[in-house]
Nanobody
Framework: QVQLVESGGDSVQPGGSLRLSCAAS????????IAWFRQAPGKEREGVSC????????YYTDSVKGRFNAFRDNAKSTIYLEMNNLKPEDTATYYC??????????????WGQGTQVTVSS
């Protein structure tokens, strides 16, 4: 069955960097659109990035453009989210998910347990 396992979350100071990993199994991930989304306590889920197999593009929400980079390693069946110049407002639990539909209006189908990112001085 589809399984996604996120890792790499940590506590960092503002301006720091992290690389999150999403290990995919039970399906051929390079055939699927995969997204990263995050959720902070008391806030709604927010899409962060989306790697589309429809148009081959990678989408980012405006608040992370220029700071985050999402990419796949198909040989390792792993999807990564590199995060640089982290800000306190990036604090959240981060999830990777398979997506139904386009990145412009994604429907998250499967996701993992999440990994916590905390940005604080």
């Amino acid at each position: 069955q589809v399984q996604l396992v996120e890792s790499g979350g940590d506590s960092v100071q503002p301006g720091g960097s992290l690389r999150l990993s999403c290990a995919a199994s039970g399906f051929t991930q390079d055939y699927y659109t995969i997204a990263w989304f995050r959720q902070a306590p008391g806030k709604e889920r927010e899409g962060v990035s989306c790697l589309s197999t429809v148009d081959g593009k990678t989408y980012y929400t405006d608040s992370v453009k220029g700071r985050f980079n999402a990419f796949r390693d198909n040989a390792k069946s792993t999807i990564y989210l590199e995060m640089n110049n982290l800000k306190p407002e990036d604090t959240a639990t981060y999830y990777c998910a398979t997506v139904h539909g386009p990145c412009t209006s994604p429907e998250y189908v499967h996701w993992g347990q999440g990994t916590q990112v905390t940005v604080s001085s």
